[in-house]
């Protein structure tokens, strides 16, 4: 199947300023657990916003294009207001070309970079995990239960939104812009801290 014609999309552009990279070195299309504009029964009757793709606790996730950070919800402003976001660890990323917001969830409560900063395309700005708000099949997934079946287990919910005139959310399908042919690669100190990673990762089996 081939998400990019999938049927729910509002708006798009042929622009080449469009063009995002993937949101992480090896993101594929199988990698995806819920594509965007599927599954409104489990919403509220409302589409899926964003695109869902699970890859392992850790994954570096990478701004999409030259970006400004907009917003970070970390552990430590769980308590703050979280309207920006719905709720959940987050990041707000401004795209400087496009000039389109690119969100990044369900992150580790801890992001590489601080609100304000700009970010080359490629520049790592979270680490994939299973913090935050998810909700699937209609119901909200305690922490404890998001990596055992029937749940996709650690993912991204990634959405690419602009505001229209009444300031409202206008969502659409990031498939539509992603060029996996975009290359990524990481600075020395980021592949040091990936390979500790993994290796915590898998003392703690996660
Ligand atoms: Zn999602």
């Given at each position: 199947?081939?998400?990019?014609?999938?049927?729910?999309?509002?708006?798009?552009?042929?622009?080449?300023?469009?063009?995002?990279?993937?949101?992480?070195?090896?993101?594929?299309?199988?990698?995806?657990?819920?594509?965007?504009?599927?599954?409104?029964?489990?919403?509220?009757?409302?589409?899926?916003?964003?695109?869902?793709?699970?890859?392992?606790?850790?994954?570096?996730?990478?701004?999409?294009?030259?970006?400004?950070v907009?917003?970070?919800?970390?552990?430590?402003s769980?308590?703050?207001?979280?309207?920006?976001?719905?709720?959940?660890?987050?990041?707000?990323?401004?795209?400087?070309?496009?000039?389109?917001?690119?969100?990044?969830?369900?992150?580790?409560p801890?992001?590489?970079?601080?609100?304000?900063?700009?970010?080359?395309?490629g520049?790592?700005?979270?680490y994939?995990?299973?913090?935050?708000?998810?909700?699937?099949?209609?119901?909200?997934?305690?922490?404890?239960?998001?990596?055992?079946?029937?749940?996709?287990?650690?993912?991204?919910?990634?959405?690419?939104?602009i505001?229209?005139?009444?300031?409202?959310?206008?969502?659409?399908?990031p498939?539509?812009?992603?060029?996996?042919?975009?290359?990524?690669?990481?600075?020395?100190?980021?592949?040091?801290?990936?390979?500790?990673?993994?290796?915590?990762?898998?003392?703690?089996?996660?």
């Amino acid at each position: 199947m081939d998400f990019r014609n999938y049927y729910y999309w509002i708006y798009y552009s042929n622009s080449i300023k469009d063009i995002i990279c993937k949101p992480y070195k090896s993101a594929k299309l199988s990698d995806i657990s819920n594509p965007f504009g599927a599954n409104p029964q489990w919403y509220n009757g409302v589409p899926h916003n964003g695109v869902d793709w699970v890859s392992s606790y850790g994954t570096p996730l990478v701004a999409p294009e030259l970006c400004i950070v907009d917003n970070i919800i970390t552990g430590e402003s769980i308590n703050a207001d979280l309207a920006p976001l719905s709720r959940g660890y987050g990041i707000i990323l401004k795209g400087l070309i496009s000039g389109k917001f690119h969100l990044y969830w369900h992150c580790l409560p801890m992001f590489p970079v601080k609100c304000g900063q700009t970010l080359k395309q490629g520049d790592v700005c979270a680490y994939m995990g299973n913090s935050g708000f998810v909700m699937t099949h209609g119901v909200v997934v305690p922490i404890e239960l998001r990596t055992q079946p029937p749940y996709p287990g650690t993912h991204l919910h990634q959405e690419v939104f602009i505001f229209d005139s009444n300031s409202q959310r206008v969502y659409e399908n990031p498939l539509k812009l992603v060029d996996f042919s975009i290359p990524i690669s990481y600075n020395l100190l980021t592949s040091i801290m990936i390979i500790i990673k993994k290796i915590i990762n898998l003392i703690l089996k996660k």
